[in-house]
């Protein structure tokens, strides 16, 4: 017989971003520096291994704070100048029908040094007006604790999350955040892309590889500290809030094998258990076996405190969210063609497009990742990030014809939707960059994936007019018809 997929009445439809790549505004109102603060954009013939310039060095620091470094740009200060146009932009989320929009909060804005005891009350002021704008056309925040960045001062002082002290740092930011928004915001997650620190230990947890003598074991042990964290992150929010749902966040990397060859099959699972492993943490509550092997094997020894385990067991969190915006593919073979993608690259599908910037892009994996993800926990997920980063081409009547970013989109909603299908449970959908921002990976602005085009350049350059490219219409027609009229 025929069976028709349908998205639930309840679906959150919306967009995701970062304070760091749209807010700008990086020294007002009391905020401290921030470790996207030092990244600065760097010209693509100069950025390193799959094109991303995210890691930072000490003596990068000390010339950037000395002054030394004024010939450099760093658009994660200045974003999109969210700080400042926050009820324009809005009011354009609410005239695409956003059911939710994602936001994270500016750690060092609250704690300007990490570790003091009294937070910046002009910081949490801001975020108030933010909610409260949001709440004005029924737009639920679901907001990120920690999205690729923390306060410097937390680096220079204490070696960022290698030193077990950031803990305790980070649970009473959180719960100062908690306290303050318990009736403005019930959709929390905790890390984003939490598995980040592995590749780029600068960006996802503050660790300056110079000083340190094993890369692997820092980070390894950088993100335990996380994952104690992100629990007495969940204890606090179910107290402080107990309506509240809190959840992890992945960059999913689905990896397919090669061939049939059981050789590559068992390196793509190989592959895959390391990118589960932080969801087996966050949602099973527990070191899964299989990584004894490949700590010992890489020379990585965790630190745990005698309490962390029963605290890991205990706190798990309430539902999965990951990003989701390519595949991968595992080869044995040497001489298998390479290509790039969101943190780490891989062997060539002769199956998928790529975008501009090299990123396989595949929907039906979005369905298959769905369904892994839900066989193997059986939590409710959420999809926070999903997208296209193109070129867009502004018209003189001031239209952009985006239909690539429309296509893109659309196969992916199709798949989630069969997904849904399949019998898994999902709460929602948020686009990555609903608006134009700054790139995590490489910094540019012209890498865009907005339904708003955002008028600035690489450089900084521009009035920052905001602008309705022809997927805004289209997306207000998605969410307007539940996903029905694609
Ligand atoms: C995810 C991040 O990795 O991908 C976002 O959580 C990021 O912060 C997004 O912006 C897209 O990556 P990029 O490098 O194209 O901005």
Known sequence: GHFEAKFPE???????????QLEGAFDADGKGLSTADMVAYVPKEKRGKNGHSLDVTSAEIEE????????????????????????????????MGFKVFRLSISWPRIFPNGDET??????????DKVFDELAKYNIEPLVTLSHYEMPLGLVQ??????????????VHYAETVFKRYKNKVKYWLTFNEINMITFSPYTGGGILTDRVENVKQAAFQGVHHQFVASALAVKA?????PDAKIGCML??????????NPDDVLKALKEDQLNLFFTDVQVRGAYPSYMKRYFAENNIHIEKLPGDDAILKQYT??????SYYMTLVASTKDDAEEVS????GGVKNPYLESSDWGWQIDPVGLRITLNKLYDRYQVPLFIVENGLGAYDKVEEDGSIHDDYRIDYLRKHIEQMKEAIGDGVELMGYTTWGPIDLVSASTSEMSKRYGFIYVDQDDFGNGTLKRLRKDSFYWYKKVIETNGEEL
């Open 118 to 127: 009294e937070p910046n009350e002009a910081g949490l002021a801001f975020y």
């Open 237 to 241: 929010c179910h107290e402080i809030i």
């Open 64 to 95: 950037i704070l000395s002054g030394a470094a004024s010939d450099k740009i760093f658009p994660k200060r200045f974003g999109i100048d969210f700080y400042h146009r926050y009820k324009e932009d809005i009011a354009l989320f609410a005239e």
């Open 341 to 344: 993608g969101n943190l780490i």
């Open 157 to 170: 002082k204490y070696g960022g999350w290698t030193n077990r002290k950031v803990i305790d740092f980070f």
């Open 251 to 260: 960059a999913r990397l689905e990896v397919y094998p090669e061939t049939c």
């Open 10 to 20: 309840n679906f959150l439809w919306g967009g995701a971003t970062a304070a760091n």
């Open 317 to 322: 969190v309430d539902f999965l969210s990951f």
